[in-house]
């Protein structure tokens, strides 16, 4: 691969290549009882992209895809991609209120999803089509479209797909990436902290839709001729434990709940073949780790990567885990830590995280104010950590705004407290991550409406919680409410959340 100078190149080219003779017969993936080997899915990806040129989609349209993990979810990212069309893989959990604003901000030319998700039934305001690959129509199309396709050529720092991050706002921002990032976090954290090669079968519990789940599922295993094992259904600790069992894969991805679901059902685990463990999305406890490694002999590689860098840039590596540390630095990366005026400060010092490198995202879709704030001359990106480093290890103290990650997954409290807010009872509300068994929950305080109908607290904080339940996905609702009288508020009446943090 040439990535410098005037070369075109094609990340779906550079991954799977229009040569399926390179790995032919070998598999690719599995899901499920399917298998697709290399060169059936050379050929899948060229169906997809012909699939859209047909519909007249253009080079640089949004596909918007709202998809399960399954060999049809990587047709039509990297068929899209071979096309030139920007896929944009979404959350598959989220309600019709976040598929329309992501469908509109995004101005996506052409939605992909299945029949009975909530994003079929979205209506846009611009037009968008809606293409559903498991219905016949579409198979139809699908099945009798030409297995060959020239790619879409451009520079490699071209834009060629899309992942949306949460802000602080709830508002989730478009991350535009590169074609070069995806080979960049293979050739770098994959290939330097995993050795990835072509004997590996890679699982990762984290979905394709997670910039963590796609380096894991696609990128790492087709850069390196390796294979990936796809999980369509809900990844339940019970469905987790059989695909490790059926498949055996080499290497395992999960973010830290999961970590902690699979240790739950367990006691004692062989697994065979198994030889890297991998944790990111949030601080993986040192508790998690140590119950994992006497239940299966295997160490937990933590590492924090971000969508907006694509993937992981400081981990710890094999043999050189300090436990409660996010690692050293991946090869490929720089990173610094600096005082609320961005001036370096020492070792042991905590401060914000700010890091560059090849993969990090040349900026948001149409997002000027956020791209100036957190983008700065010479490359570096403002993560929002804050973070110590001591003998080239870093330790994550938190963010440096009020998002919460609950299970891997971005949590605005913003949007708990205005869910909240819409049941009559409750006046004010501040929702904070708090710690239960050592991994961040949502915890809401509430003041109440003076109001005569409201009786046992007990029932109330139960009613409050299902009512929230009932509204967010599940795993956003608060663990417990603190009925309280008065929240801390900024002299210009923002709500602190940090002053109730540690307040039970
Ligand atoms: C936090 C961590 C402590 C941190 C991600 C691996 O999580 C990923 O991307 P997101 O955009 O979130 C990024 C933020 O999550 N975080 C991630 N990993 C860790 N905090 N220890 C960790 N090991 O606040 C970061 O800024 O959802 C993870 C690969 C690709 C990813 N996108």
Redesign the pocket.
Known sequence: MNTTGSEKINVAEELIGNSPSIRGDKTALYCGDTTVTYKQLAQNINKFANVLKGMGVKPTERVLMVMPDSPMFVYAFLGSIKYGAWPVPVNTTLGERDYHYLLTNSEARLLVTLKDGKAAHVKTEHKCETVLPFEENFQEIFDSASTEADPYLCAPDDIAFWLY?SGSTGKPKGAMHKHMSMLYTADTYAKDILQISEDDLCFSVSKLF???GL?NGITFPLRFGAAAVLLSESPTPDAVLETLDKFKPTVFFGVPTQYNSVLKKIDGLHLPGLRACV??????PPEILKRWRSNTGLEIL???????????FISNRAGEVKEGT?GRLVPGYEAKIVDDDGKDLPDGETGHLWIKGGSVTPGYWNRPEDNAERFLEGGWFK???MYSREDGYFT?HG?GDDML?VG???VSPMEIEYTLMEHGAVSECAVVGQEVEGLIKPFAYVTLNDRPDIGDKAQLSAELIEFVAAKLPKFKRPWKIYFVEDLPKTATGKIQRYMLRGKR
């Open positions: 991050s997670f910039a963590y380096g944790s990111a999305g949030e601080a993986l933590d590492g924090i990567g971000s969508t907006e860098a694509l993937h992981i996010s993560t929002g950590d994550y963010r990650k891997g997954i971005w």
